[in-house]
């Protein structure tokens, strides 16, 4: 078998995860689902604690209990977020180090998912700079000419 002289050498970088794009596409989605949700959770959690001090703030005499009983509620929903967070990074960083999903849509919905994902602190913060440097330091194994051409490749040469 000839080397094409239009296509990069064969190197690890263009492995076989190239030639199959779409391997791990559950994988990828239910990482980025998982993501969305603890996101998700802790604007509730903010939005129920707000609501909470707003209306203890606009009464004469703010009662503890009713105040309590909404926080309990609001920090169950954080507590899932956070659940939900750690094991969509765990998912996403498999599928992202690992030989997962490198279609063009994990790329931009996992950048987007990732930059809300920073602003859940404390876990989603750690979660959210490993996936970043991750997307950096990846970025070209999501590029739709190389494996468009390694398919082309295989196609034609038996």
């Known amino acids: 078998m000839t080397a094409n002289p239009y296509l990069p050498p064969e190197t690890e970088e263009y492995s076989d995860a190239l030639l199959r794009p779409e391997r791990g596409r559950a994988l990828a989605i239910a990482a980025l689902v998982l993501m969305t949700a ?43 977020g956070i659940a939900a967070g750690l094991i969509g990074g765990a998912l996403a960083s498999w599928s992202l180090f690992g030989a997962g999903n490198r279609e ?18 404390p876990f989603g913060t750690l979660i959210g700079i490993v996936l970043i440097f991750g997307w950096i330091l990846r970025w070209k194994e999501f590029s739709p000419h190389v494996s468009a051409a390694r398919s082309r490749e295989r196609d034609t040469h038996p």
């Open 104 to 121: 063009r849509w994990f790329f931009w919905c996992g950048i987007v998912v990732t930059l809300l994902q920073l602003v859940t602190f």
């Open 38 to 80: 603890s996101t998700v959770g802790t604007a509730l959690t903010l939005r129920t604690l707000f609501e909470g001090l707003d209306r203890a703030a606009g009464t004469q005499a703010p009662d503890p209990e009713t105040f309590a009983a909404e926080a309990s509620s609001a920090l169950t929903l954080s507590y899932l």
